[in-house]
DNA sequence: AACTGATTGTCTATGCTCTAACGATCTTTC
DNA sequence: GAAAGATCGTTAGAGCATAGACAATCAGTT
């Protein structure tokens, strides 16, 4: 009656299965975009959460945290507004990450700047540390995961995935990119 | 006195200055592993924001709700553990989603196994309605991503992905992909 | 100096994510 | 049969994500 999922079903099953059901639902459907996307959504979703869970949970904290950490780390202080553009990520998030952080000792808060609306963010020597630290066992994780590549499609792909965040979405784009 | 972030910094700008400025504090560091992963999520990340907020929730929903009902929309019917397995998420994770997908009218929980201890997941008429209009403009969505590449480069984009999901990270790999 | 408009960081509300624990149920073992 | 173990869905609690609204501040015009 109900259909059964075979149990182990690859990612590479499924995709099948939905382009066949859903070619015959409705026209024209793109199936090599359809492709693209659903394989690079999952294989970040699994970097992230490997490396979160290898690494980073493992240490206390969480992949979102470090990334706030690194950019600092980087350029020795920011203002909560450039690590937002860095990280891509909304003003509303990084005010609540640096909660997080600032409560566990990793960074501070200062109003130091002539423009007195900014906020200085900065390291402590704690947070320092445990930064460098965790990046060493970060960027081993991260290599750990190309080894399932040839140097040149390692590169190759790289190319591939810049070329697509430089472009972005081609068509109807109403809101830039 | 503060390190100024030129303003319009590029993701390619930035992986530049972080690889520099790293390698100066620690040695060995994987340069060409850090740019994969970095891109990749950075990708990954754009291309759900951008079909989110262009397709989903102008529709009133979520990505992590479309998938869902994708997936069920798929299958005909389905329970939570096996939508779990196909979208790369915990059961904890669909239950929640779940509950809003209830509330809105398009998804019904149904306890009709032969093991009581089994849900049935099926669409309504609502939500199978929604659910193949959405898909219709989250594929033409994703083929707008794609035109940023030729045909060919978009197989071997896929192809490369594809490779990395099947391997996972290769070393020192202690629970399995 | 006062008004207007933009920017910055934060807060609220809502939703998705996870892990860990729970009761209910099935399965296996004795 | 009864006890032990596994599995299913849900819940609780924490964190991160967003949009939208807000006070404070700065910049420009008049």
New binding site residues.
């Given amino acids: 009656m109900t259909k059964v999922v075979p149990d182990p079903m690859s990612g590479e099953e499924f995709e099948k299965l939905a382009i066949e059901r859903v070619s015959e639902l409705t026209p024209n459907v793109h199936a090599e975009a359809m492709s693209l996307v659903y394989n690079v959504v999952r294989l970040a ?1 699994r970097m992230v ?1 490997d490396i979160e ?1 290898q690494v980073h ?1 493992a240490a206390g ?5 470090f ?1 706030i950490m690194f950019v600092t780390l980087v350029f020795g202080e920011l ?4 690590i ?1 553009i860095l990280s ?14 600032e ?1 566990d000792g990793l960074v501070v ?1 200062l109003r130091e700047s ?6 200085t963010v900065r390291l402590t020597e704690q947070g320092e540390q445990s930064v460098m630290k965790a990046f060493v066992a970060h960027n081993q994780r991260e290599r750990d995961w190309t080894l399932a590549l040839t140097q040149k499609e390692c590169t190759q792909l790289t190319t591939l995935i810049r070329k697509m965040l430089q472009s972005g979405p081609q068509a109807n784009d109403q809101n830039g990119q």
């Fill in positions: 979703n959460a869970s949970s904290w969480s992949w979102a945290g990334r203002e909560p507004r450039q937002s891509d990520v909304s003003r509303a998030s990084v005010s609540s990450v640096l909660n997080t952080l409560r808060r002539e423009d007195r609306r900014l906020v």
